[in-house]
Nanobody, 120 residues
Framework: QVQLVESGGGLVQAGGSLRLSCTASGSIFSINVMGWYRQAPGKQRDLVATKTSSGTTNYADSVKGRFTISRDNAKNTVYLQMNSLNPEDTAVYYC??????????????WGQGTQVTVSS
């Protein structure tokens, strides 16, 4: 089995910064894409940022220039550096990984989510 564990969420004031971390573990062969999604109450889960194994990044327009996604492949870890936070960034942030397990099956996995709250 595969597990994704997130950390780094919390309460910050508008204009502040926060860094999220997510580590994948278990029966992993290779991770293709890692990324972050977020979901506010009553809304759908939306893409925040992704990073492929080749280094290609994709950001939601709302976070471009403020958020940076990075990966440490040796640790199966993805990070999200969030700067210039505003109250609209308040949501539960979920880590995502698209990967091949050691049995060569390919699936998308999700973390448990971590709450980010930005006060005004």
């Amino acid at each position: 089995q595969v597990q994704l564990v997130e950390s780094g969420g919390g309460l910050v004031q508008a204009g502040g910064s926060l860094r999220l971390s997510c580590t994948a573990s278990g029966s992993i062969f290779s991770i293709n894409v890692m990324g972050w999604y977020r979901q506010a109450p009553g809304k759908q889960r939306d893409l925040v940022a992704t990073k492929t194994s080749s280094g290609t990044t994709n950001y939601a327009d709302s976070v471009k220039g403020r958020f940076t996604i990075s990966r440490d492949n040796a640790k199966n870890t993805v990070y999200l550096q969030m700067n210039s936070l505003n109250p609209e960034d308040t949501a539960v942030y979920y880590c995502s990984a698209m990967l091949w397990a050691r049995d060569r099956t390919y699936n998308n996995y999700w973390g448990q989510g971590t709450q980010v709250t930005v006060s005004s």
